[in-house]
């Protein structure tokens, strides 16, 4: 059983993960992680050897002044995430769940039914599907954040079945294309750490992820 202090690294983890993952570059992740020395302060649970290797690509890229560093990351983000072309890095689950590659597949709509009976809601910035990894990395810190704060189990569970049913069948497939895919150290960087941070909560959680067939 992770303690309150455990459970509020892995809620600092996401909470960077989700907003590097899901939102456009700009100025301020890039100063913030340098403001905070970021592979120094980065919390020491999850995978320790991903952990590593993702911190020192993250330095490589921080090391570079944003004037030159931040249109390699657009054009980055976007060929990973948005297109027009095929993306290189999908971040939503139910193509890597569906025979036909579709989103907003069955996969979706369990999730949609899951956060629904769980009171759980998101914020998304376009009309997209709510199993963006981003979007759902933001969910297991919110669910860490009330586990550390709450002295009950309650939301440790519902982060279990999350983590079980929704996220870890596909997670480490999108880690694998992201890192292979990635044209920076920055964006390989958070594919090693996210990898790490999913690996470390399925270790010290007790998740035994459902076992599906990939498309992807």
């Known amino acids: ?24 570059p700009s100025d301020v992740m890039p100063d913030r992680l340098r403001a905070v020395n970021v592979v120094q302060s980065w919390p020491q649970t999850g995978e320790a050897v991903a952990r590593a290797e993702g911190l020192a690509l993250l330095a490589e890229a921080l090391a570079e002044e944003n004037a030159t560093l931040l249109p ?8 990973l995430f948005i297109g027009p072309v095929e993306l290189k890095a999908i971040p939503w689950g139910s193509p890597y769940l569906h025979e036909k590659r579709l989103l907003c597949g069955p996969s979706t709509q369990a999730l949609v039914q899951f ?23 933001s969910v297991v810190s919110s669910l860490l954040e009330r586990a ?7 939301d440790l569970e519902v982060l279990r079945v999350l983590l079980a049913e929704h996220l870890l069948p596909w997670s480490n ?10 044209q ?17 909560l399925q270790a010290d959680l007790g998740v035994k992820p459902l076992s599906l067939q990939l498309f992807q």
């Open 1 to 24: 059983m992770m303690n309150p202090e455990q459970l509020s690294q892995y809620q600092a983890q996401c909470n960077v993960l989700y907003h590097a993952i899901y939102f456009e």
């Open 72 to 79: 390699k990351l657009k054009r980055d983000f976007t060929e």
């Open 115 to 137: 956060y629904q009976h769980y009171g759980i809601l998101v914020t998304t910035q376009l009309n997209e599907p709510v199993d963006h990894i981003g979007l759902m990395l």
């Open 148 to 154: 550390a704060n709450e002295p009950d189990d309650t």
């Open 173 to 182: 497939r999108f880690c694998e294309k992201l890192l292979a895919a990635a």
């Open 184 to 200: 920076t150290p920055y964006y390989r960087g958070m594919a090693l750490l996210i990898r790490s941070v999913l690996e470390g």
